[in-house]
């Protein structure tokens, strides 16, 4: 077979592969509409359709779409005639309209964390008020938003995205819904991402307070960092204790008390907020899977106060060894924030032991010969020591409160307050940390292993450095300031190249207004109330109404949806009971999805109680 042969083939193949491929597009296209026609007809004529097989497609002809193999080569089985010229460039020209349109649509999909907080399983961890926040804000200016939703969904082409409509309903919980009865499956049908949010009236606070701050301009931004030292800061709003409240045993206590107290909350910013947590694996007394894997896990304390800025500081740092049960501790130190140490002991593990990880550990076999303390016992050792609203530090912590199998509301990590490669997946190590701020050398001793006294101590020492400074000191991402050594040994401060933090916020609100994007908030009486102390955000709005019923304001908000990128109708149904409760939801969430454009995305917010957790839905409207 010469060039020309097999150039021809290989052309005439293409060409039956894009009709075959046309074919099938038109082929599912016909049947939709038959079966759209159909449905149409049998609403009309008592289930039967006059023209019923006039839109019936044949399948037993689909294999003429099929080229078959031969041995001489391929056999056409369609009496269709070959596409040349001007027929084949019209046929390739449509593909690509069509492959082109199918790729600017926005699309939007839970990940595996999405997935777990799933209301159809059994089992659930639940998402946090703030992943819901990421996910508007990130709807309205894309890659600039500060946090982003990826740790829990996926939205592509967010910037194709012809409208955002929320829906917020308070007084109504995760239980309400799962009360439904009978073959009301509207919500599961237009709605199928629907999810468990932590509420946030478990944590004594509002939807309102944790949607509202929505950094939309110049005016709010500088709000924002005045109040909470960054932008990236000022999104997590305090939840790095308030969240805890509905996770933990804390007690609340009275924040003006606190305010004049300790007026500065510095130490507070460096908390980990709990969606970090989550993110960072702490182990977390949440429902759903995660209570089976911390099922045998204790709390620092029965109950916590509420963290003020004079909150104690306490280091922590464990050792482990490879045992049949895998890592296990067997060496535990605790300083305070004068360095002293508070707590030290060796602990022997119940399981046999495999590998000492002596290069790590630092254990030997006749380092343990004669222990007798045990894991419970350092546990209850602990649960006396540690203050129940002290902070704990230490480097990616999350790993020994795991060897110790205890959980606690108040961390530090510096692991994550301390940044120098700008991506906050890659950790710098502790000694590599400890060189660069402290002009100190630890972990030195090769395969003699770590020192938890040492490490303990270093991870206090840059914990109180950093508080000496400001939020940005070691943190790239967030513009910050770090040390270098020159080839002297001198420790030098130069600023950071990696400004993306800054440029963030120097381009979401100018993003924002080049584009022109606007916001209206329809509310009844008593949801209005949750606004009242949110003044700067009230003023940047396009349209606000608060003095609605609650069928007014949805009905307004059926207007505003067609005139504004983010409509935001909020109501509360928290007085009705039981079926009249229900039907308003529904009522409510059909007429607004009604009024979602097409290719817009559609957000219903269940807002909760103190004693039913929240549940939200995420759609993005397609043409039926």
């Known amino acids: 077979m010469d060039a020309d042969t097999k150039k021809y083939k290989r052309r005439e193949n293409k060409k039956r592969k894009i009709a075959a491929l046309l074919a099938v597009s038109e082929l599912n296209d016909s049947e939709k509409a038959a079966a759209k026609k159909q449905k149409v007809d049998c609403v009309k004529g008592d289930g ?18 099929v080229t078959k193999y031969t041995g001489n080569g391929f056999a056409r089985i369609s009496d269709k005639p070959l596409l040349e010229g001007e027929d084949y460039d019209e046929l390739k020209k449509r593909l690509r309209e069509r492959k082109k349109a199918l790729s600017c649509l926005p699309l939007f999909r839970l990940k595996s964390v999405g997935e777990d907080a799933s209301i159809s399983l059994a089992k659930r961890v639940p998402l946090f008020m703030s992943d819901i926040q990421h996910l508007v804000t990130y709807c309205m200016v894309g890659d600039r938003a500060p946090y982003w939703p990826h740790r829990w969904s996926l939205l592509s082409k967010w910037n194709r995205l012809s409208n955002l409509v929320v829906l917020v309903m308070d007084g109504v919980g995760l239980d309400d819904y799962k009360s439904q009865t009978g073959e009301d499956a509207w919500f599961s049908k237009h709605i199928p991402n629907l999810v468990e949010v932590v509420s946030p009236a478990s944590y004594h606070s509002t939807v309102a307070e944790e949607l509202a701050l929505l950094p939309l301009t110049v005016t709010h931004k500088k709000k924002l960092i005045d109040q909470f030292g960054s932008l990236e800061s000022a999104l997590e709003k305090d939840e790095a204790f308030k969240a805890f409240r509905s996770i933990f045993p804390v007690k609340q206590v009275d924040k003006e008390k606190v305010k004049a107290k300790s007026p500065d909350n510095f130490k507070l910013k460096l908390l980990l907020s709990a969606t970090q947590m989550v993110t960072e694996n702490y182990p977390l007394p949440l429902k759903g899977t995660l209570s089976d894997k911390y099922k045998n896990y204790k709390l620092t304390n029965d109950s916590y106060e509420e963290v003020t800025p004079d909150s104690p500081l306490y280091s922590v740092d464990c050792e482990m060894c490879l045992t049949d049960d895998g890592n296990e501790l067997t060496r535990i130190c605790v300083v305070d924030s004068a360095l002293a140490v508070v707590y030290h002991t060796m602990v022997k593990p119940r399981n046999k032991i495999r590998n000492y990880l002596t290069q790590y550990s630092g254990i030997t076999e006749e380092m343990l010969e004669g222990i007798t303390t045990r894991l419970e016992d350092v546990q209850k050792a602990l649960q006396e020591l540690l203050p129940n609203n002290c902070i704990l530090v230490g480097q990616s912590l999350n790993s020994d409160l795991a060897a110790l199998q205890m959980m606690h509301p108040y961390v530090i990590d510096t692991s994550v307050c301390f ?54 000191f070691g943190d790239v991402v967030l513009g910050g300031e770090v040390p270098r050594m020159d080839d002297a040994g001198v420790y030098t401060i130069t600023k950071s190249n990696m400004t993306k933090h800054e440029n963030l916020m120097t381009s979401l609100s100018k993003t924002v207004g080049e584009q022109q994007k606007t916001v209206a908030l329809l509310c009844d009486e008593v949801s209005a109330e949750g606004y009242e102390e949110f003044v700067n955000f009230k003023s940047e709005l396009k349209l606000m109404k608060s003095d609605l019923s ?49 290719n817009g995305m559609f957000m219903t917010v269940l807002g909760g109680t103190t004693k039913q957790n929240a549940v939200a839905g995420i759609v993005i409207k397609k043409p039926e």
């Open 48 to 65: 039967k359709t006059e023209d019923e097989n006039e839109n019936k497609i044949d399948v037993s002809k689909s294999n003429e779409l």
């Open 419 to 472: 940044n120098i490669t700008g991506d906050r997946r890659r950790k710098t190590k502790l000694s590599v940390l400890a060189h660069l701020f402290l002009n100190r050398t630890i972990q030195s001793q090769g395969k003699l292993g770590h020192n938890p006294i040492e490490d303990a101590q270093a991870a206090m020492n840059l914990v109180v450095l950093k508080l000496t400074k400001n939020l940005e």
């Open 550 to 598: 609650s069928i007014e304001a949805v009905e307004a908000a059926t207007a505003a949806a067609v005139e504004h990128n983010l409509t935001i109708c909020h109501v509360n149904l928290g007085e009705l009971e039981g079926e009249e409760k229900l039907k308003k939801v529904k009522k409510f969430a059909k007429k607004l999805y009604d009024f979602t454009s097409i």
